[in-house]
């Protein structure tokens, strides 16, 4: 059974940094690609950054620069490091499974705010 733990949100003023981390377990990590994701309240959820299984990299043009994504195949756990954040990064963060209409996790929260 797929099944992903997501944690490391929390509330951080802007500019500051987070790393969230998502261990995945069901599967063979290694031979798949994964995404970070996030929905803001009212709104859609969106892609953020994904992660292939060769570690190429892509990313939403709202956080180039500032939000890398990464993985570590050992651990079976997929990061996503945010720097220079802002009020408008402010979500519930998720990861899963790129292509794949896997359960969501729980997800964590991010608060950027003063």
């Known amino acids: 059974q797929v099944q992903v733990v997501e944690s490391g949100g929390g509330l951080v003023q802007p500019g500051g940094s987070l790393r969230l981390s998502c261990a995945a377990s069901?599967?063979?990590?290694?031979?798949?690609?994964m995404s970070w994701y996030r929905q803001a309240p009212g709104e859609a959820r969106e892609l953020v950054a994904g992660i292939a299984s060769g570690a190429g990299t892509n990313y939403a043009d709202s956080v180039k620069g500032r939000f890398t994504i990464s993985r570590d195949n050992a651990r079976n756990t997929v990061y996503l490091q945010m720097n220079s954040l802002k009020p408008e990064d402010t979500a519930m963060y998720y990861c899963?499974?790129?292509?794949?209409?896997?359960?969501w996790g729980q997800g964590t929260q991010v608060t950027v705010s003063s």
């Open positions: 069901g599967f063979t990590f290694r031979r798949y690609a």
């Open positions: 899963r499974r790129t292509y794949y209409r896997d359960s």
